[in-house]
T-cell receptor
Framework: NAGVTQTPKFQVLKTGQSMTLQCAQD?????MSWYRQDPGMGLRLIHY???????DQGEVPNGYNVSRSTTEDFPLRLLSAAPSQTSVYFC????????????FGPGTRLTVT | QKEVEQDPGPLSVPEGAIVSLNCTYS??????FMWYRQYSRKGPELLMY????GNKEDGRFTAQVDKSSKYISLFIRDSQPSDSATYLC?????????FGKGNQVVVIP
């Protein structure tokens, strides 16, 4: 069981570039989510999905897109990177939406110059 | 008022001391309370989970919830250098999961 995996671990982008952060889980979890973590701001929810084909916005969705074509994968797309998107991004999954344990991936450190 | 308030620290203590961490919240819809631990450059992992007011113990860790005061605490007894991490409080209610900013703890050998 690999749990939640994320790629890449590190990424440097120039302003205006686009990229996709990959997230996969092998626990057959229905609920998946993306967070960003910034110093002094804590974890903020970007987008989430309650199952394949269903996604919704979180607290800070602007500048990001998601899709969920399979139960296992939940990629996060940055459409046109901005310096304000410099952050550490975490993907998480749980059995369902609700008061269940969130399993987090190792994170992707993104720098936008 | 922010939904979840947590003093980010950092907090430095000598090995063997008791660590005390606190969070306050404003949304009375929150019903489930959690503490996550995050080691440097890693993802958070669930440490403790509780639903009711009162204390819950797990080894050297005790989670305390006071719903009337909207206050939760985490105590670490006999702290070890391996406890050095950031601790995030979290709440769930009304289909929302909210995290505190995290409190960095350093246990000095």
């Amino acid at each position: 069981n690999a749990g939640v995996t994320q790629t890449p671990k590190f990424q440097v982008l120039k302003t205006g570039q686009s990229m996709t952060l990959q997230c996969a889980q092998d626990m057959n979890h229905e609920y998946m989510s993306w967070y960003r973590q910034d110093p002094g701001m804590g974890l903020r929810l970007i987008h989430y999905s309650v199952g394949a084909g269903i996604t919704d916005q979180g607290e800070v969705p602007n500048g990001y897109n998601v899709s969920r074509s399979t139960t296992e994968d939940f990629p996060l797309r940055l459409l046109s990177a901005a310096p304000s998107q410099t952050s550490v991004y975490f993907c998480a999954s749980s059995v369902h939406q609700g008061p269940y344990e969130q399993y987090f991936g190792p994170g992707t450190r993104l720098t936008v110059t | 008022q922010k939904e979840v308030e947590q003093d980010p620290g950092p907090l430095s203590v000598p090995e063997g001391a008791i660590v005390s961490l606190n969070c306050t919240y404003s949304n009375s819809a929150f019903q489930y309370f959690m503490w996550y631990r995050q080691y440097s450059r890693k993802g958070p992992e669930l440490l403790m989970y509780t639903y009711s007011s009162g204390n819950k113990e797990d080894g050297r860790f005790t989670a305390q919830v006071d719903k009337s005061s909207k206050y939760i605490s985490l105590f670490i007894r006999d702290s070890q250098p391996s406890d050095s991490a950031t601790y995030l409080c979290a709440w769930y209610g009304n289909n929302r999961l909210a995290f505190g900013k995290g409190n960095q703890v350093v246990v000095i050998p």
